[in-house]
């Protein structure tokens, strides 16, 4: 079974500021991972995934994510966060079915003008 | 990419009631679909997995009876959420997919409150 883990439920970070949002998980078999963010009172978007290949993956919005094997982490980071990236970041894992996703507990991104 | 929808929204229903949520795909065949809820301020629970065609798997803890689960076609799964109460007041999201191997792509959730 997977499961993830995300340390800080809550962030905040003044705007053009660098962020970087952990996720560590487990799982006994390959993984699938995903970040995912939620706008208040909205569903889900996609931000990026990791399915093979290179270890660094690029998203929308100027996001991306570092795949670690050894550590078990697929933290989020962007060099500079704008008032809009205000929301919730789900990190997610899935295994052999990439379909079903279970999510981490999520991070509240605060960003301050 | 895949579109997938939920509705209605959002919904108030009364307690005691049953409330129908359905969920398409719009653009592709969804061999799978998982219905997911989310407490306020809290993460995503996968609730059940359904395969059109047959009976849906429940993941420990929910209650069968209590959401009912239907997936007749290819893109169309509805959640009844059945005699509500307001502890079932949530924010339900649905996902679908092409079955295994393939990716999931989620509805924009229906907001449910149980007066």
């Known amino acids: 079974a997977q499961s993830v883990t995300q340390l800080d439920s809550q962030v905040p970070v003044f705007e053009e500021a660098p962020v970087e949002l952990r996720c560590n998980y487990s799982?006994?078999?390959?993984?699938?991972l995903f970040w995912y963010v939620q706008y208040p009172n909205q569903g889900l978007q996609l931000l990026l995934k990791?399915?093979?290949?290179?270890?660094l993956v690029k998203g929308i919005n100027g996001f991306e994510a570092e795949f670690n094997k050894s550590q078990t982490s697929f933290h989020l980071r962007k060099p500079s966060v704008h008032i809009s990236d205000t929301a919730e970041y789900f990190c997610?894992?899935?295994?052999?079915?990439?379909?079903?996703?279970?999510f981490g507990p999520g991070t509240s991104l605060s960003v301050i003008p | 990419g895949a579109v997938v929808s939920q509705h209605p929204s959002r919904v108030i229903c009364k307690s005691g009631t049953s409330v129908k949520i359905e969920c398409r795909s719009l653009?592709?065949?969804?061999?799978?679909m998982f219905w997911y809820r989310q407490f306020p301020k809290q993460s995503l629970m996968l609730m059940a997995t359904?395969?059109?065609?047959?009976?849906?798997?429940?993941e420990q803890g929910v209650e069968k009876d209590k959401f009912l689960i239907n997936h007749a076609s290819l893109t169309l799964s509805t959640l009844t959420v059945t005699s509500a109460h307001p502890e079932d007041s949530s924010f339900y999201i649905c996902?679908?997919?092409?079955?295994?191997?393939?990716?999931?792509?989620f509805g924009q959730g229906t907001r449910l409150t149980v007066v």
């Open positions: 996902s679908a997919s092409t079955g295994v191997g393939g990716r999931a792509f």
């Open positions: 799982s006994s078999v390959s993984v699938y």
């Open positions: 990791y399915l093979s290949g290179s270890t």
């Open positions: 997610a894992v899935s295994g052999s079915r990439r379909d079903k996703v279970i």
């Open positions: 653009d592709f065949q969804a061999t799978t």
């Open positions: 359904s395969n059109e065609g047959s009976k849906a798997t429940y």
